[in-house]
Structures are given as structure tokens and as C-alpha cells.
């Protein structure tokens, strides 16, 4: 299994945690790890090769040319852009799992390696943008197609060669960066909105599936084959490392992984100083009714048992005849 993440030496702490998930969940599979990265320092770097040595996994650093990208647009970071590389830097490689730095590993994801993928360049999990009318009026593709979740995918890296879709890609952006919002992930949905397959969601568990209620009505099944066999969780937009991101409703295991990856992804503020203790002063005015105050990463934070009396509230109402 080659799998690949794309980072710089800042988020390395954050992978070590998604490495250990990988490797204790798939210990009979033989596992190659790729970095796609303008660098790593020392340090982070041993942080990784420590955990994937203790495994008996693979590993291989590549390094990416950053010039190559600076007419791209970025939304959250250059590094997002590596992964249309990645058939460049893998060229014997037919198969890859692309994973986000802020995903762990809960099960096994050796099925996702032996999926047919004729004439398909990628299959990921389906995104809840998928239920916003505004994203496909932008992007100008029918609704019907869906937008995914480039944050996880696997990649037919014979396919995006035999096809130039890296390059498909990029001039997409580049032609576009008025439409785009959201610019790699935005590009990939185009450019593979008929070549895509959607996986189940228990390969790329969002919190915002549980928080949708049109998105819940319409995969009631796979939401509770999700709750009941998790294979990836994405932290996306509630980092768990983040203290006030720590949000998502899966959060107690990206806190195990961390334990056993020696806690390296240690607790951080977003906010410091008079900002943080503004924003805790907010925060205490809310609860006690003398302030309205609701930042956006302070959603509520949801239990299993929230999840799954929600989602048995919609299949009944789903079942009256």
C-alpha cells in the first residue's frame, strides 16, 4: 500500500499520529509511506522514520520545487497543490491513498487498494458541498455529478498519466482563479466530475455529516455503517490539536493515536494573549446569557449518543407510510 501525504516540516507531529493510526490498523499489510514536501527539519523527520521503522513500514522523501506552483491560487496552503504531483514523483506507482495531515486511520483499508478503478481517476468520499446549489453554479458541472473531498482520495496514477490530468488540473486553475474558492479540491472536482467513484463515508468521516440534516436524510445507511465500522476519520475544519477546534465527534481517537505515537501533536490556543483571554471573557458572557456570542469553530460538540438518536429521528420519520 503506497500512501502519500504532502506537508512541510510543521505539520509532521500531525501525521506521525495519522502514521501510528495507519500501521496498528493494517499490520499484515506491507506499507509504503511517501513525503511530498519543500523539506523536513531533522527532528520532524526522525519523528516519522521512528514510527514507520517500529512497524517495518517503507519510506521515501521527495522533494517538490515550490516555484512550479506560484501562479496558483492557495486557500488554505501551497502544500494542498503537491498532491497533482504526485503521479510526477511516483512514476512506477499504479495505486495511491492521498491523505490530509488532519486524518487518521481507525480500521483496515486494504479493500480500497484492490477497487476497480477502469478508466477512473479517483474515488473519495462524497463532500456536504455536494448539498450547496452555489457550489455547482460556480463551478458550472450539473449537481447531479457531486463534489468530493479531496482530502482523501485514492488515485489511479496510471490513469492521470496516460490522461495529463495533473496538467488538466493546473490549467483549470490557472484559467479560473475567480471561480475557485476552494482551489486544488475545486480543480480536481471539475476536472474529474466523470471519472470519479464515491466511496462509502466511513472512508472520510466529516463532522459535518452528522450536521446536515439534508445530507443525513439522504445516506441514513451509510452514516450507520460509518458509526458502525470507521475506517478514516477527517478532522477537517476541527483540528483536534486545536483547543478550541477539538470539536469533531470523533475526537477521543486522534487523542489515543497521539498517546501511542508518543503525544506529539501537543494542545494549542488558536488565540494568545489579551485575544485569548478576550475571547474566553465572550465565551463566559454567552453561557451566561449576556452575550450572544458564536464564533464559528464553537459548533456543539455531538456524542454517539447525539449521532445516533438523530439519525434514528430521520429513519422513522423516512419509514411512515
Known sequence: MDIVFCINTSYAKYVAVSLCSIFENNLKEKIHIHILTDGLLPNDEKLLTDIIERYGGKYSKHLVDDSRLKELKSTWSVYSWYRCYIPEFLPNTSRC???????????????????????????????????????????????????????????????????????????????????????DQDSIN?????????????????????????????????????????????????????????????????KYYNHLAGNPAKSKHILSGMKLVNFKMRRILTKIGLLNFKPYFCTPILSYNDIQSKLESFDNKNNII
Open 97 to 183: 491513498l492521498y491523505l490530509d495531515a488532519d486524518v487518521i486511520v481507525t480500521g483496515n483499508i486494504q479493500e480500497l487498494f484492490t477497487l476497480r478503478m477502469n478508466q477512473k481517476a479517483i474515488a473519495a468520499v462524497i463532500d456536504t458541498e455536494s448539498y450547496n446549489p452555489q457550489v455547482f453554479k460556480r463551478l458550472q458541472y450539473p449537481q447531479q455529478k457531486k463534489y468530493i473531498c479531496a482530502g482523501i482520495m485514492i488515485m489511479n496514477l496510471d490513469y492521470w498519466r496516460e490522461h495529463n490530468i495533473t496538467e488538466q488540473i493546473l490549467n483549470y486553475a490557472n484559467l479560473n482563479h475567480n471561480r475557485i474558492a476552494f482551489p
Open 190 to 254: 471539475v476536472v474529474c466530475q466523470d471519472t470519479k467513484i464515491i466511496l462509502p463515508l466511513k472512508f472520510g468521516i466529516l463532522n459535518t455529516f452528522v450536521t446536515n440534516n439534508e445530507f443525513i436524510k439522504d445516506n441514513i445507511s451509510s452514516l450507520k455503517e460509518m458509526l458502525s465500522d470507521p475506517r478514516i476519520i477527517h478532522y477537517a475544519g476541527f483540528a483536534p490539536w486545536v483547543i478550541e477546534k477539538n470539536r469533531h465527534f470523533m475526537r477521543n481517537d486522534f
